[in-house]
């Protein structure tokens, strides 16, 4: 294995380990100032950085990719982004799913819009939302 083999490889640990731990909500993915960009601190000392790029492609839908950085203070340690997993299936073995057809983006993705909802607490304003929705059909039917 090269040094580039092995980074990817490690890179895809360490990925798969952020989706996992965000899946079981365990990360503080938190908004920032910039809509594309959700931060999560972690142990104190390290803080993930998940940030979103918009292709400004002519192309009808353009495209999307992702990128994940680990800080140390105010230090970049490490980055990795959708396309780096794109030719291997480093990421699918690291989630342990090696058969898996789910693609390097589709993993980033679910990433993102899982920080995204903990970060922006869509389960909670949702949750909210139909309780107003709720309390405003009661009141109708009762004026009725």
Request: net charge negative.
């Amino acid at each position: 294995m090269t040094d580039y083999e092995i980074q990817v490889a490690d890179g895809a640990a360490t990925v798969a380990k952020v989706l996992q731990l965000t899946r079981q909500d365990t990360l503080a993915w938190e908004a920032t100032a910039d809509q594309n960009i959700l931060m999560a601190p972690f142990k104190g000392e390290y803080v993930f950085r998940l940030a979103r790029f918009e292709d400004d492609d002519p192309q009808p839908y353009g495209s999307v990719s992702y990128g994940l950085v680990v800080l140390k203070g105010r230090r970049e340690l490490m980055s990795f982004g959708s396309d780096n997993f794109q030719k291997t299936r480093d990421l699918q073995n690291a989630m342990e799913e090696p058969q898996s057809k789910t693609t390097s983006h589709q993993y980033f993705a679910e990433l993102w819009k899982r920080a995204f909802y903990r970060a922006n607490r869509i389960p909670e304003e949702f949750e909210r939302v139909n309780k107003l929705l709720d309390s405003e059909l009661n009141q109708l039917a009762a004026s009725h």
